[in-house]
C-alpha cells in the first residue's frame, strides 16, 4: 500500500524559513496536499500541487516537488509563532474514493 | 456558518458501550468521509461515501458502522467500544472527482475508560 513519510519535529526561530519534507511511495498520486493542524483542532487545508508540476507558490508558501525522487517539500518563509501546529502532507491516488493518504504529521515549534 | 460539524466534541464512555458520532455539512458536497486519529497523530481514512452510497472500507471492525441518510449526514456508529477505540474522528466532505479539496470537521475526541 501507500505509504508518505515525514519527520517528527521541526524547530526554528522567529522570522526564518521553515523547510517541512515529505517522501511518498504512490507513483500514481495525482495530487499532494499540505494540511495545518493546531492543537485541539481539525484540519485545515494549507496548499495542494498537480503531479505534473515542480513548483507551486503562495504568498508565504512554496511547495516544491519533485516526482522522480517522490519528495514534496513545504517552505513556509518568514516562520511566525502561529505558525506553529502540526503540519501533515497527504497523497491522493489515482483509485477511487478520493482516498487520501496522510504523512505521519511534522510538529513545527517556532522559538521567539 | 460551520461547513463541516460534528457532534458531539467530546465523548467519554465506559467499554462495552455503544456510541454515536454525527456529522454533517453544508457544503453541498457528495462525498464524506471518516478519518481517525490515534495518539500519535496518526491519520488514516476508516470510511467514504458517494451520495449515500459506501466507496472506501478501509480495514476497519465491523463494530464501526458509518450510516448516511442523506449525502449532506455521515454518522459513525461504534458498537462494544474498546479501549483501542479511544482517538479523534474527523468527518470531512468534498465534491466528487480527484483534486477536490476535503475540508475536515473539527473533530470529536472519544475517551473509553
Known amino acids: 500500500g501507500e505509504d508518505v513519510e515525514q519527520s517528527l519535529f521541526l524547530s526554528v526561530r522567529e522570522g526564518d524559513s521553515s523547510v517541512i519534507n515529505c517522501t511518498y511511495t504512490?507513483?500514481?498520486?495525482?495530487?499532494l496536499y499540505w494540511y495545518k493542524q493546531e492543537p485541539g483542532a481539525g484540519l485545515q487545508l494549507l496548499t495542494y500541487i498537480f503531479s505534473n508540476m515542480d513548483m507551486k507558490q503562495d504568498q508565504r508558501l512554496t511547495v516544491l516537488l519533485n516526482k522522480k525522487d517522490k519528495h514534496l517539500s513545504l517552505r513556509i518563509a518568514d516562520t511566525q509563532t502561529g505558525d506553529s501546529a502540526i503540519y501533515f502532507c497527504?497523497?491522493?491516488?489515482?483509485?477511487?474514493?478520493?482516498?487520501?493518504?496522510f504523512g505521519t504529521g511534522t510538529q513545527l515549534k517556532v522559538e521567539l | 456558518d460551520t461547513a463541516v460539524s460534528q457532534t458531539p466534541k467530546y465523548l467519554v464512555t465506559q467499554m462495552g458501550n455503544d456510541k454515536s458520532i454525527k456529522c454533517e455539512q453544508n457544503?453541498?458536497?457528495?462525498?464524506m468521509y471518516w478519518y481517525k486519529q490515534d495518539s500519535k497523530k496518526f491519520l488514516k481514512i476508516m470510511f467514504s461515501?458517494?451520495?449515500?452510497?459506501?466507496?472506501i472500507n478501509e480495514t476497519v471492525p465491523n463494530r464501526f458502522s458509518p450510516k448516511s441518510p442523506d449525502k449532506a449526514h455521515l454518522n459513525l456508529h461504534i458498537n462494544s467500544l474498546e479501549l483501542g477505540d479511544s482517538a479523534v474522528y474527523f468527518c470531512?466532505?468534498?465534491?466528487?472527482?480527484?483534486?477536490?479539496?476535503?475540508?475536515f470537521g473539527p473533530g470529536t475526541r472519544l475517551l473509553v475508560l
Open positions: 470531512a466532505s468534498s465534491q466528487e472527482g480527484p483534486k477536490e479539496t476535503q475540508y
Open positions: 504512490d507513483s500514481s498520486s495525482t495530487y
Open positions: 497527504a497523497d491522493q491516488g489515482r483509485g477511487g474514493g478520493n482516498k487520501l493518504t
Open positions: 457544503l453541498g458536497h457528495d462525498t
Open positions: 461515501y458517494n451520495n449515500k452510497e459506501l466507496i
